[in-house]
């Protein structure tokens, strides 16, 4: 912030601010279908063209676009869009990051390597250590333990 900046602060005739807040650094993963090279430039170049973009990254074998910058993931998908191309949010995770991979809401044959699909998980997790521990000491068990 410089002294013109502070300086003009005091000069202004209304007492409200009408400084624009800078948006906070973003990276939006956008999913396009891209068949060729033309497809991938246009995608490219209208998302560069965009105000406070810093980076931009095309992965056409997975149909995935990467956006850094200072901007609005929603002005960025509205801006992809505008190429005639359909998109939506990334909507896959990383493989080792869910618990139970396997439901049949999560496990996508369309993802690419190594993503499923980001759903709440309605199993729970197979190395829950509770319920063992409990059905281990269960008279319902005829394995249990019989210690008494």
Do not use: H
Request: hydrophobic share 30%; charged share 25%.
């Amino acid at each position: 912030m410089g002294a013109l900046d502070y300086l003009s602060n005091f000069c202004t005739v209304t007492s409200t601010s009408t400084r624009s807040r800078r948006k906070p650094m973003q990276t939006v993963e956008i999913k396009v279908k891209m068949d060729c090279d033309g497809c991938e430039r246009r995608v490219r170049n209208s998302v560069k063209s965009m105000k406070g973009v810093k980076s931009v990254e095309v992965i056409r074998k997975q149909s995935r676009v990467t956006v850094s910058g200072y901007v609005d993931p929603n002005k960025v998908l509205k801006k992809v869009k505008s190429t005639g191309k359909r998109a939506e949010f990334w909507p896959y995770i990383p493989y080792n990051l869910v618990s139970y991979p396997y439901v049949t809401q999560a496990y996508d044959k369309r993802a690419p390597a190594g993503y499923v699909k980001n759903v709440v998980q309605a199993v729970s997790a197979p190395n829950a250590t509770d319920e063992r521990i409990t059905y281990l000491f269960s008279d319902d068990n005829p394995n249990a333990c019989s210690i008494m």
